[in-house]
């Protein structure tokens, strides 16, 4: 069992910055691809990003290519996600999630994902 705890959300204005933080349990965290995924209210979860075991690829939905970064460090466990530019429309509960079996899986997908964080709430202020 992996145990996912987002941290870093917060409340900001247009055209600024958040750095979201996923801390992961586990010894096998490196071979998991990791993705965030947000939820805004009335709205269907959406996949935000995601990263490669390795960390060497990584994957964005078009609304925030260019924006945001995904990040991972397999020492500490730990997966991020740089948010800049912020936009209202980024309002959201943010959740990351780490695939076991990233071979077999779309990356895009949520159900493709195993384990779930409990989410951070980002709010964007116009």
């Known amino acids: 069992q992996v145990q996912l705890l987002e941290s870093g959300g917060g409340l900001v204005q247009a055209g600024g910055s958040l750095r979201l933080s996923c801390a992961a349990s586990g010894r096998t965290f490196s071979s998991y691809r990791m993705g965030w995924f947000r939820q805004a209210p009335g709205k269907e979860r959406e996949f935000v990003a995601a990263?490669?075991?390795?960390?060497?690829?990584?994957y964005y939905a078009d609304s925030v290519k260019g924006r945001f970064t995904i990040s991972r460090d397999n020492a500490k466990n730990t997966v991020y996600l740089q948010m800049d530019s912020l936009k209202p429309e980024d309002t959201a509960v943010y959740y990351c999630?780490?695939?076991?079996?990233?071979?077999?899986?779309?990356?895009?997908?949520?159900?493709?994902?195993?384990?779930w964080g409990q989410g951070t709430q980002v709010t964007v202020s116009s």
């Open positions: 999630a780490a695939d076991r079996f990233p071979a077999r899986h779309t990356i895009k997908v949520a159900s493709s994902y195993d384990y």
């Open positions: 990263t490669s075991g390795s960390g060497g690829s990584a």
